[in-house]
């Protein structure tokens, strides 16, 4: 695994491990009285019950955007909660300052680290893309939409094929082998996978516009490079 595999790995888990803290100070107020507290007490237990949940899902791979999106959201839930019953009131239940102690502090702490970890997770595994991103492609020449949409085509192909998930980056451009700018003769299509692991690449030696499925299909059932 490569330093970018790394970070992100180590991001997911810390990402799991904030998570799964909060989780645990949610139940553990509950055991401890919010239980009785009318609808709050359900909310916590129901609060602890997806962090588990998402804490779970993160630690066993690699999750999808949509899972990172849950887990953001019972952050966001826990700090708005949190905000709101010492300011408006929760279902007429009211706390005050850091109360109670040290739970009120530890979940805080809990959920703005589970943000900052989602953050930088993303930007992480922005980072690799553009890291692992293969050089000398051409650029559009001036005045042409780019990607095509026989480009984008292709790429949706490839996709339906190797059964892609969303965490997965797709690219297909085309080479240049002239530096004089005559036509391209090689079509490049690329799998970045999002989470840093390892790029797969393979070259067709025709231009896009002639490239059929049958072609991508013959093309990505060989060893990949």
Known sequence: MNNQGLLTAALRWATAGTLAAGGFVHAQLYVDGYRFVHVVGPLFLLQASVSFALAALLAAGTPPLLLRAAAAGVALGALGGFAASRTVGVFGFTERG??????????????????????????????????????????????????????????DTV????????????????????????????????VLPMDGGEAHRWTLDRPADQITEHDLRTALARRRQ
């Open 159 to 190: 996709r339906v094929l190797l059964g892609l998930d969303d965490d997965t980056a797709v690219v297909i451009r085309q080479l240049g082998r002239d530096a004089r700018g005559r036509p391209s003769l090689e079509t490049v299509v690329e």
């Open 98 to 155: 850091l109360q109670p102690a040290p739970q009120a502090g530890l979940s805080l702490l809990a959920e703005t680290g589970t943000l900052l970890c989602l953050a930088a997770w993303q930007l992480a595994m922005a980072a690799g893309r553009r890291q692992d991103a293969p050089p000398g492609y051409l650029e559009p020449r001036p005045g042409s939409a780019w990607p095509s949409p026989r480009l984008r085509e292709l790429r």
